[in-house]
Structures are given as structure tokens and as C-alpha cells.
């Protein structure tokens, strides 16, 4: 990045982070002629490093695909078409695929990141600005709102006048903690469990996914490549990696996952481990003036469905045919406020929310499956024990569970 950054008055549209949601959305409005700045307080280095798990649904690879964003997904990532539930020392598949039609992609956030990074600021020359620091916006609910930041190498400060701005830097960016008190509602829930993450280079010892339900808590296995195996295990709220030591964290999976017939457990060296603690969130609505939330911005899903970088890609989707739409010049008159453009960002939250609440549900469905067996309350336990049944045995729960577990179908 040059030293001396040329000081924009005007741009379209700001995209503030560059996570997959950002990413999308500047790509698209790229593609589209639209103008945009994209602001990331990050390093580039460290957003392409971020650990993160990454199962995509194939309706958000396909979406990707018709926009020229999904080229090395479709060569590389593998895909799965079923899932093992263990319990009571028993093996039970079910598979997704057959059931729903649909396959889920394996392919980590951080290579998904690389991908949409390269296409913008790469092959595409998009405007991409990293490490910037003391973001600021003003004006949001004026008819120009100002975003200004401090540029990291020559300490100087910028002033980006836009139509729009995209928040798209998380639950803790400057986005959402923009908007002025009282124009936002954030709904919580706190499942009241936590999550040990862990990476762990062995082998898998499964074909895909096994989800391990036992009175001593929820266990599970990700095959993520054929060096590398992604583990969770359910621990207390507030625990910390350093109380689970090598042989500790083994003794209970080999314990959670333990299955007649299941192949032993390939132990191998933990290179993370993380506690996440499984709460969600909604924030409604998802605009306010010409700031319009994507991601995790606007809500936040337990990791327990897989449903967090789906939701933001399709968030970033529909903001981006919303202010591709309203943008001066395709269509739009500019103002966010009539014609099919305004039309569609104002209705942009109200499109999005919609999926955001189905997935939100499904998340606190199956937490509940999960967790049930280790509550430690037998009502609890006996009603998720009556949910397994329907998923194992009745052939039209099963692929109602399974369509909703691969994502809808039609994505937008």
C-alpha cells in the first residue's frame, strides 16, 4: 500500500470490514461499475489468517459461482452429504444429501476470504485500505454521510463523503455502534454452554461430521482435510483452554464420541485451542439512514449449525443488489428513497431479518438436541431424546431437519 493514500470527497458507497459479507459486497459493486472504498482495521495479513471454520451451503456457493467468486471452491473444497449423531454406544447416519438434494462445501472462511480479496483488490484494482485506524461516521442519517479515518503509515486524516455506507466489521466494529441509542433493538439469547475448540493435526477418523451426544456433554468431529481434524467439546460457561491439557481433552472425546464400530480416535498435537461461548444475537432493523448492517453486524449465530458466514453472505447479496440498484446511473435515482433502488434498500432489513430469525431457530432447535443429554434435567433431556426419534425414524421429519441443516434452497 502507498504511503501518501489520495484523499477521496466522494465515493458511492463505504464498505467497512472485510470479512465475507464485505467482501461480497464490495466485489459485487465492483463488478457492477459502482464505486467503493473498502476500510478494514485489520492487516490483510491477519484477515487471511483468522481462524475460522467455513461449511457452505450450496445455494451461497452457487451465488458465488454467478458472479465469477467461487472458481477455486468448486475445483478444491470437498463436500459432504451426511452426518453421524452417536449416542447410547450407537452409530446413527443421516444422510443430508439424499434427503434434501443439497450438499454442504467444506472451505474454510480464511480461503473464502483469500479468494474474495484477490478478485477485488487483486485482479479487479479495488480500492482496499488496511490497518486504518480511529473510524469515525457521521451524517449517517443525513443524505451524506462522512466516514473519516487515520491513515497508518502517514498518520494523516481522511474524510471519504459517500451515499452509502455497508457495516460489515462485526459485533464489535464502529458500524453498529454508530447508530444512535434507541433506533436498534438487539434480541440475545445465551444457550448456557461453551464450546472448546480445537485443531488438532491428526488424521480424521471419520468420513465427515459426527456429533456425539453424552451425559458428560456434547462432543464432535470435523473432518477438515487429510492432515487436519476440527474437534469441539462442550465445557462449562467462563472455562478456559488451559484447564483442558493434552490428555484430558483425549480421554473425553474418545469418551463422547465412543461408538460400537466407530473407528478409534487419531490423536495428534492440538495447535488451538479456543472457548466460545454459544450465545446469538439479532439486531433490528439492519438500517438506519444510509448505514445498512451485513453480517455480524446485525446478529450473530452459535457456530452450533454452521450458519454464521451463510447468513453474512446472504445479507451481503441482497445490500449489494439494493445499492447496485439504488446507485446514480443503473437505475436508481440515487437517493435511497424511491425507485426500484429505493425500494429495495428500504426493504433490505426486512428480506434479510427473515432468514436471520429462520436460521436463529433452527440454531436454538438443534442446541437444544445437542445439549439435552447433558443438561443434567430429565425433562430436557427426554424431549431432545423424542426429537432424535423424529429425525431417525420418520422419513418426513428427517428431510424437513435436513433441509433446513443444508440451507434453503434459492438462497435470495
Known amino acids: 500500500m502507498s504511503s501518501a493514500l489520495p484523499v477521496l470527497t466522494h465515493t458511492p458507497v463505504v464498505v467497512i470490514g472485510a470479512g465475507p459479507a464485505g467482501l461480497v459486497v464490495a466485489n459485487r459493486l465492483h463488478e457492477s461499475g459502482v464505486g467503493c472504498v473498502l476500510l478494514e ?60 438434494g443439497r450438499r454442504h462445501f467444506v472451505y474454510p472462511q480464511p480461503r473464502l476470504v483469500t479468494d474474495l480479496l484477490a478478485s477485488y483488490a487483486d485482479k479487479g484494482a479495488g480500492d482496499a485500505r488496511f490497518g486504518v485506524r480511529d473510524m469515525r461516521l457521521d451524517g449517517i442519517g443525513t443524505g451524506r454521510p462522512v466516514v473519516s479515518y487515520t491513515d497508518p503509515l502517514t498518520g494523516s486524516r481522511h474524510r471519504l463523503v459517500c451515499d452509502y455506507v455497508a457495516g460489515c466489521d462485526g459485533a ?23 464450546w472448546l475448540a480445537l485443531l488438532a493435526q491428526a488424521p480424521p477418523s471419520a468420513d465427515g461430521v459426527v456429533f456425539g451426544l453424552h451425559e458428560r456433554g456434547f462432543g464432535a468431529h470435523m473432518a477438515r482435510n487429510p492432515e487436519v481434524t476440527r474437534y469441539y467439546l462442550q465445557v462449562p460457561p467462563g472455562d478456559t483452554p488451559e484447564n483442558w491439557p493434552h490428555e484430558r481433552v483425549w480421554h473425553e472425546l474418545r469418551t463422547r464420541l465412543a461408538a460400537d464400530g466407530a473407528r ?41 449449525a454452521a450458519k454464521g458466514m451463510n447468513l453474512a453472505i446472504h445479507d451481503a447479496l441482497l445490500l449489494a443488489d439494493a445499492l447496485i440498484a439504488a446507485a446514480p446511473g443503473t437505475g436508481g435515482d440515487g437517493d435511497g428513497d424511491g425507485g426500484d433502488g429505493g425500494a429495495g434498500l428500504a426493504g433490505y432489513s ?28 430429565r425433562f430436557r433431556a427426554g424431549t431432545a431424546r423424542a426429537r432424535l426419534r423424529r429425525i431417525l425414524e420418520s422419513g418426513l421429519d428427517a428431510r424437513a431437519f435436513a433441509g433446513l441443516y443444508m440451507g434453503e434452497e434459492g438462497g435470495r
Open 350 to 377: 426486512q428480506a434479510a431479518l427473515r432468514r436471520v430469525w429462520e436460521y436463529q431457530e433452527f440454531s436454538q432447535w438443534l442446541s437444544d438436541v445437542l445439549h439435552g443429554a447433558s443438561s443434567g434435567d
Open 264 to 304: 478409534p480416535l487419531t490423536e495428534g498435537p492440538l495447535v488451538e485451542k479456543v472457548v466460545l461461548d454459544m450465545h446469538n444475537y439479532v439486531a433490528e432493523p439492519m438500517s438506519y439512514g444510509r448505514l445498512h448492517l451485513a453480517g455480524d453486524s446485525a446478529h450473530l449465530v452459535a457456530p452450533i
Open 172 to 194: 464489535r466494529g464502529v458500524a453498529r455502534a454508530a447508530i444512535p441509542d434507541g433506533e436498534v433493538t438487539v434480541s440475545r439469547r445465551d444457550d448456557g454452554v461453551a
Open 41 to 100: 482495521a485489520e492487516s490483510r495479513d491477519f484477515i487471511e489468517r483468522r481462524p475460522r471454520a467455513g461449511f457452505m451451503e450450496e445455494w451461497a456457493v452457487r451465488a458465488l459461482a454467478e458472479h465469477g467468486l467461487a472458481e477455486r471452491i468448486l475445483v478444491q473444497a470437498e463436500t459432504q452429504g451426511e452426518f453421524e449423531f452417536r449416542f447410547d454406544g450407537e452409530r446413527h447416519t443421516v444422510p443430508t444429501a439424499e434427503l434434501s
